[in-house]
């Protein structure tokens, strides 16, 4: 059964760093793996897609990297702004067809 | 890009009554939606794949007579919450892709807040 963590918890940082977050999943054998933001109270919006067959996506100041066989993603934030400050949690679709299963997410604060 | 709209945001019921919430994909159709349920600072729990036109597939351990879920066209599906009770408070999200189980992005609506008193 796929298992997904995020590491860590919670993240606080001044504005204007650059920041990794880390995703880990049990299972290397995945079909994809998505990153979400969260906002209090809000739903899910799409950040980024990585299908199996790649290693990074990048959109903006956001790029996200895939290592399948360490079972591994990172969403790296470039010169982080208060308005990143949200939970982001990955996603990993295990195969075709198959619901994702989400980790706990990160919450990150940025400090202005 | 592809938006999933999700009513009402926020209601408060007491405990007996029925809620009502909608799912909408408003500029794609979808053959499946995602309804889930998440708890303060927790992640998401998946409740059941709606699919339209076939009875929802529900996740263990989530009530099929307590969750009604309808996914009677290829932009709407509601999830009903029957006899409601306080436990039953929580933040429902539902979700929709352009492809089912494909390399589509998953699209969220807003959720819904829903109070039991």
């Known amino acids: 059964k796929q298992e997904v963590t995020q590491i860590p918890a919670a993240l606080s940082v001044p504005e204007g760093e650059n920041l990794v977050l880390n995703c880990s999943f049990t299972?290397?054998?995945?079909?994809?793996l998505q990153w979400f933001r969260q906002d209090p109270g809000k739903g899910l919006t799409s950040l980024l897609l990585?299908?199996?067959?790649?290693r990074e996506q990048t959109s903006g100041r956001l790029n996200a990297s895939l290592d399948k066989s360490s079972g591994r993603s990172t969403l790296y934030i470039a010169a982080s702004q208060p308005g990143d400050s949200a939970t982001y949690l990955c996603?990993?679709?295990?195969?075709?067809?198959?619901?994702?299963?989400f980790g706990p997410g990160t919450r990150l604060s940025v400090l202005p | 890009g592809a938006v999933v709209s999700q009513h009402p945001s926020r209601v408060i019921c007491k405990s007996g009554t029925s809620v009502k919430i909608e799912c909408r994909s408003l500029?794609?159709?979808?053959?499946?939606m995602f309804w889930y349920r998440q708890f303060p600072k927790q992640s998401l729990m998946l409740m059941a794949t709606?699919?339209?036109?076939?009875?929802?597939?529900?996740e263990q351990g989530v009530e099929k007579d307590k969750f009604l879920i309808n996914h009677a066209s290829l932009t709407l599906s509601t999830l009903t919450v029957t006899s409601a009770h306080p436990e039953d408070s929580s933040f429902y999200i539902c979700?929709?892709?352009?492809?089912?189980?494909?390399?589509?992005?998953?699209?969220f609506g807003n959720g819904t807040r829903l109070t039991v008193t």
């Open positions: 979700s929709a892709s352009l492809v089912q189980g494909g390399n589509s992005p998953l699209h």
């Open positions: 299972d290397s054998a995945i079909y994809n």
């Open positions: 990585i299908q199996s067959s790649q």
């Open positions: 996603a990993v679709r295990p195969s075709y067809g198959q619901n994702f299963v």
């Open positions: 500029d794609f159709q979808a053959t499946t």
């Open positions: 709606s699919n339209e036109g076939s009875k929802a597939t529900y």
